[in-house]
């Protein structure tokens, strides 16, 4: 409960503190109005304020899970908000440089600096002009943000590839797998839409499904509405998964150590009622004829930040000297280049996800940003080195912020072939 206390004193204070900011320039921008207005505008600005402080309290005091939907409502209000407040005050902050700036060479002259005459003037002023300009991109950001809720949360892309390996077994040749990640059931609020996404994975009538880790958010009990959704997910070879970082249970408050680990375990049942293969630290095989392939799969591994580190890949590889062809499965990207390359250079493709594409981006035909990127150079689609393959699905669905602008969720459909 204190830890509770302490981060609403904190984020209540960070608010207040934006708010008197953003003030100073809100007057510069009603500065024209009549008084009347102005103080009535005044009023309804802090008014805001003080609703904003009682919701982030509602917020805090509502159970994580049993109200999610009024939680993601206030969090989605109170971030689009503060996230344009937050661009605002940058701009007025750029002004205070200029302004201090010009009163330090004000003081160093003897002469009395010649003041304008703004009002008569039918320009505006610079502080004027960067206060509107300050609105203007606020404004537009809350409005992105906004369209990336109402357009962006659900509407799945599918995205398509081919890959060619040297040792593909004969009867791999045209093998067609499909992969979703990052599903995070607890941030979703539209089921239908959900339903309707599944249907597009369906009807890709893939050889086999991949699911690359954080099937909740935080706990096993977020599956409960969406069982009867993704337990219609079904190929010919299996639908084969792995834990993510989210899916440990790290990030939520729990009674004691014995709660959370019985969450993991329920966790671990949920992938077995909805028919996938949970595949912690190990392997399987797909055979066709006499042909056959190793899926391998590890536990969370994470080479950047505080993630975890999981995973066992001695363990996964166990057995598999005699595969011709090896795919693993591996939530966290980095773990691709701080691992996979370095010390397993039979790893033909490894599949991630984790990183979401942050949500917000531009993709643009071949030209793809996000501010991810400067984190996790691998932060989306495939990538190659040597004779060994990545590939980041972008996710299938969403947190924190419930939408996305620019980096849409993703359905992947990768083609292997014979090289």
Do not use: C
């Amino acid at each position: 409960m204190p830890r509770k206390i302490m981060a609403l004193a904190f984020f209540t204070g960070i608010m207040v503190l934006v708010d008197f900011y953003a003030f100073s320039g809100f007057k510069v921008l009603i500065q024209h109005l009549q008084p009347t207005t102005q103080r009535w505008l005044k009023n309804g600005f802090w008014i805001l304020s003080g609703i904003n402080i009682i919701l982030l309290i509602t917020f805090q005091m509502l159970p994580p899970h049993a109200f999610w939907g009024t939680r993601l409502i206030i969090a989605t209000f109170l971030f689009a908000q503060y996230f344009g407040k937050f661009v605002f005050i940058i701009f007025l902050f750029l002004d205070d440089i200029v302004r201090l700036f010009k009163w330090l060479f004000a003081s160093f002259r003897t002469e009395k600096p010649i003041i304008n005459d703004v009002a008569s003037s039918k320009w505006i002023s610079r502080s004027e002009f960067i206060v509107k300009t300050g609105v203007l991109a606020g404004t537009g950001l809350i409005t992105a943000l906004s369209w990336g809720i109402l357009s962006g949360a659900y509407n799945y892309r599918v995205k398509r590839r081919v890959v060619s390996l040297k040792n593909l077994p004969p009867a791999f040749d045209g093998f067609r797998i499909l992969q979703i990640s990052d599903i995070h059931s607890g941030s979703f609020w539209n089921t239908d839409a959900v339903r309707k996404g599944v249907e597009m994975i369906q009807n890709e009538n893939a050889d086999v499904i991949f699911f690359t880790g954080d099937l909740v958010n935080d706990k096993a009990i977020e599956m409960k509405p969406y069982m009867n959704v993704f337990n219609k997910l079904k190929a010919p070879h299996g639908v084969f998964s792995v834990l993510g970082n989210h899916d440990y249970g790290d990030y939520a408050e729990w009674p004691n150590a014995e709660a959370k680990k019985q969450n993991l375990e329920d966790l671990k049942t949920v992938h077995k009622e909805l028919g996938w293969r949970l595949l912690i630290n190990e392997h399987e095989r797909i055979t066709i004829g006499t042909d056959s392939i190793g899926i391998l799969g590890i536990e969370n591994w994470g080479g950047k930040g505080h993630f975890p580190k999981y995973g066992k890949m001695e363990e996964a590889v166990k057995g598999t000297n005699d595969l011709p062809v090896k795919l693993l499965l591996s939530h966290d990207p980095s773990h691709w280049r701080l691992q996979v390359l370095k010390d397993y250079p039979d790893i033909d493709i490894m599949f991630a996800g984790h990183t979401h594409g942050m949500q917000f981006g531009v993709e643009v035909g071949n030209f793809k940003w996000s501010p991810v990127k400067y984190m996790y150079p691998e932060w989306a689609d495939l990538h190659t080195e040597g004779n060994q393959h990545l590939y980041v699905n972008r996710g299938f669905g969403f947190i924190g912020y419930p939408g996305r602008f620019g980096i849409l969720p993703e359905i992947t459909v990768i083609e292997l072939r014979k090289a």
